[in-house]
């Protein structure tokens, strides 16, 4: 599973582009067209990056931004903006964006400063706080709380959840899930990865979460607090909407 990037942009074109280039160099993209479904997201903690336009409809991308480091969460974000003045960039900077590019820009440009942003974060990945809506997982302690609740997992329950939350949005295949919590396709059987998801769901179950982790019928399973949990298979029209 490549590094999850989430892309941001009211502009329909944009997106597409920004999605079908950064899925070619390997990254899993999602996207969200209004500030408001993009704080959601980011909120998460989920994305290895963030693409995030200034000018967006409901909150603007420095209102986004500002949320994500107030409730902390440290998501590299390259700002892209149309706004080239040097007091915009500043107060970008400031707010705690890691970069700023302005459009027009090189796509390889982009890119560069993706994996650049990807190789700086690389150290805190594995300490990364997740959050979907009122479910934490702390995995600098391997520890799960709900609404404040301790949540008690075996290690390969943890580590079912793990997989899953890291890639809140986006369906997890049966075989994905037996790389990320096995190592091996050969390690286990897709009806190990039945089991232990049943295990998971009762334990969220006995504290009011268990809608959040949902079968996809011949894709796999979907963590989200969404209603409807709406994805196709590889990716949300726009990831966790609101």
């Known amino acids: 599973m490549g590094p999850r990037v989430l892309v941001v942009d009211d502009e329909v074109g944009v997106r597409r582009a920004l999605r079908r280039g950064l899925t070619a160099e390997g990254m899993e ?3 969200a067209a209004d500030g408001p479904s993009a704080l959601r997201a980011a909120l998460t903690g989920s994305f ?3 693409l995030l ?3 967006l409809p409901g909150l603007s991308g420095y209102r986004v931004l500002e949320r994500m480091r107030a409730e902390g969460v440290h998501t590299p974000v390259l700002l892209v903006s149309a706004k080239d003045g040097e007091i915009d960039q ?5 707010l705690g964006a890691d970069g700023y590019l302005v459009k027009p820009f090189s796509f390889v440009v982009l890119v560069a400063q993706v994996r650049a942003m990807l190789r700086r974060g690389a150290a805190t990945v594995g300490g990364r706080r997740l959050r979907l809506g009122e479910l934490v997982v702390e995995r600098a302690t391997r520890e799960v709380a709900f609404a404040g609740r301790p949540v008690s997992l075996s290690p390969r329950e943890y580590a079912v959840l793990d997989a ?3 890639r ?3 369906v997890v295949t049966k075989d994905e899930l037996l790389r990320a919590v096995w190592g091996d396709e050969q390690a286990a059987t897709r009806n190990a990865v039945e089991v232990y998801v049943g295990y998971l769901r009762r334990k969220l179950d006995a504290v009011g979460a268990g809608g959040l982790v949902r079968t996809v019928r011949g894709h796999g399973y979907l963590a989200s607090d969404e209603p409807d949990g709406v994805a196709d298979g590889s990716r949300p029209a726009d990831p966790l909407p609101r």
């Open 48 to 50: 290895d990056v963030v």
């Open 90 to 94: 500043a107060d970008g900077l400031d």
């Open 53 to 55: 336009d200034i000018m």
């Open 168 to 170: 809140a949005g986006s």
């Open 164 to 166: 899953l939350v890291g």
């Open 29 to 31: 993209v999602l996207t």
